[in-house]
């Protein structure tokens, strides 16, 4: 391939995913999902230093705890990054503020719709408002309520997922959302897939699962080790037995604990059914069963009864590698498809 096929193809990526980059203030509009337990200063603070914008993954921590992991992170990077806040948190307000007080650029505001309060102060406080949809008709709403930028997340991502792939949430919403910039996520593991959807009219990406298994990222070897070794196949959302006892589909690698669930599922079913528990007792039971798994598997390496969180690009991790290499494997990827194509032509 010729150097200069290679310089154009670089160049017109650039002016491909230039919106996202302006609205990031980054290099390559990538982002780092917010993978609660993973994505703290250390991992945050190297993907926005390798060019990329690092999010923090607020999850259940306190205000005092985030304004901690903000810090430790403007320590190790000048570059910016976003703070990941979930909706239901009960100390939300008090969340948007450290984020404010820290002059955090960038606040995404997930696992609901955002409440009219938090919408009003992230704007009022001067920083980017971003927001999940997962149909074109709330991303509508969310953008008129205040929204800057919105992330589209397909099925195939790991963690909580909704029912919709990214294949058909992309096609539904890029070409009819054009207000503000859309970065799209969910099972993207190559740099020619995140060129597909800019040319669809993304303003960029966001990527977890080939970041949680970085030499930064502080999950334990183990758990690192069982995405090398994983098949995208191997990424499976769990399994609701019986509708009486609703389970929010996550994605995760099966193991033992996935097989323990669903017998503690039956257990609590029968249980419910033999008038042993009530509905909600029995509900309770079945939510309680991962509570602190994924810390057990993130951090104590039990990927056997933990939690081990994946999305379906787990298949394309094929060895442990520094973030900057793996965002440079990305670009690489898909300059080399644009520079490909032009030679063809």
């Known amino acids: 391939m010729q150097p200069e096929s290679l310089t154009a193809a670089r160049a017109q990526l650039d002016r ?73 948190h009960p100390e939300l307000t008090d969340l948007v503020r450290v984020c404010l007080e820290a002059k955090v650029s960038h606040i995404v505001l997930a696992g609901g719709i955002p409440p009219g309060p938090a919408v009003k102060a992230v704007k009022d406080g001067g920083a980017k408002l971003i927001a999940f949809a997962p149909a074109l008709s709330l991303a509508k709403r969310l953008v008129r309520s205040g929204a800057d930028a919105i992330v589209i997340e397909g099925s195939e991502a790991g963690g909580h997922i909704g029912p919709v792939s990214l294949t058909v949430l992309a096609q539904e919403i890029l070409p009819h959302l054009r207000e503000v910039p859309v970065f799209v996520a969910g099972g993207l593991g190559r740099g020619e897939a995140i060129l597909s959807y800019l040319e669809m009219g993304a303003s960029g990406a966001q990527l977890g699962t080939r970041f949680a298994a970085s030499a930064e990222s502080i999950a334990h070897e183990k758990f690192k080790k069982f995405f090398v070794h994983a098949n ?17 589909p996550v994605r995760g690698l099966v193991n033992d604990g996935t097989k323990k669930f669903m017998a503690h599922q039956a257990e609590t079913r029968d249980k419910f059914l033999a008038g042993e528990v009530t509905k909600e007792e029995a509900q309770l039971l079945v939510e309680r069963f991962w509570a602190g798994a994924l810390r057990r598997a993130v951090i104590d390496g039990d990927i056997e009864t933990g939690s081990v969180m994946a999305g379906q690009s787990v298949g394309m991790v094929t060895s442990i590698q520094p973030v900057a290499e793996i965002i440079q494997e990305l670009i690489g990827q898909a300059v080399a498809a644009l520079a490909a194509r032009a030679e063809r032509i």
């Not at 995208?232 to 929010?248: G, T, Y």
Request: charged share 10%.
């Open 232 to 248: 995208a196949r191997d990424a499976m959302p769990s399994v609701e037995l019986d509708p009486r006892l609703p389970v929010i």
């Open 16 to 88: 491909l995913w230039s919106r996202g980059t302006a609205f990031l203030g980054c290099e390559y509009a990538i982002l780092g999902g917010a993978m609660s337990w993973v994505s703290e200063k250390h991992l945050v603070s190297a993907i926005s230093n390798a060019g990329g914008f690092g999010v923090i993954a607020c999850g259940a921590m306190s205000p005092a705890q985030l304004a901690e992991q903000i810090a430790g992170t403007q320590a190790l990077t000048a570059k910016p990054f976003g703070v990941n806040l979930i909706t239901m």
